[in-house]
């Protein structure tokens, strides 16, 4: 099968429909995210402008229009010296996995997330010492193929399925760290450059 051409783009409050349709799968079927009931259509429009506010989000769109994957970052604590970190997710289409998509997904926001002077990338993921159908570490191998190093795990803190999960934080370091560090910038003065980031 061949794979599909994708470019990559800010995302819009209108792409809602075609996110939840990939968010879905992971709500209704892994303990990838610890969501129970699938987001309407209007509340993940609401999610993505209001990560635009200050943060960036990235879609990945085949040739004929269809979102195949997205990516995100956020605040990962809201007091302001922690500006400099942000919580980070991807998901792909569970249709078109493995073809790349999430590996340029997360270098743009890498080069989105440096341009704006973000120095941390934290990951929040689910683990499990027993893979079963709802749940595996390939998200923890794919964080550590991109110099992500495991900062901590909390035990069965997640219940999904009837079945407890872990969690880790893993962390990967994009920026100096300094005595006088420059404020951050919004996404929204360096969005232009996603278009210029990656086409297949």
């Known amino acids: 099968m061949t794979s599909p051409v994708f470019s990559l783009r800010v995302a819009t409050p209108s792409d809602a429909a075609q996110l939840v349709r ?34 960036p989000y990235i879609v990945a ?4 229009g269809t979102i195949l994957g997205y990516a995100y970052a956020g605040p990962f604590n ?3 010296a ?21 590996t340029a997904l997360h270098a743009a926001l890498v080069e989105c997330l440096k341009a704006m002077g ?13 893979e079963d159908a709802h749940l595996g570490n390939a998200s923890v191998s794919f ?22 999960y872990d969690m880790v934080w893993m962390e990967l370091i994009i ?6 560090q420059p404020t951050v910038r919004p996404f929204s003065e ?3 450059m996603v278009g210029a980031l990656q086409t297949r």
């Open 22 to 55: 990939i968010y879905q799968h992971y709500v209704t079927d892994t303990a990838i995210t610890f969501e129970y009931d699938v987001p309407t259509v209007d509340e993940f429009a609401s999610r993505v402008h209001e990560t635009l506010r200050f943060y």
């Open 118 to 130: 973000i120095t941390n990338m934290e990951a929040c993921i689910a683990t499990t010492d027993h």
């Open 190 to 192: 360096v969005a232009s």
């Open 61 to 64: 769109v085949s040739s004929n």
């Open 175 to 180: 920026g100096d760290h300094m005595a006088d």
């Open 82 to 102: 922690y500006q400099w970190a942000v919580e980070t997710s991807i998901y792909v289409d569970n249709s078109v996995r493995r073809i790349g998509l999430g």
């Open 143 to 164: 964080h550590e193929g991109k110099g992500y190093r495991m900062v901590g795990t909390f035990e069965k803190c997640g219940y999904k399925f009837n079945t407890w």
């Open 78 to 80: 809201h007091r302001p």
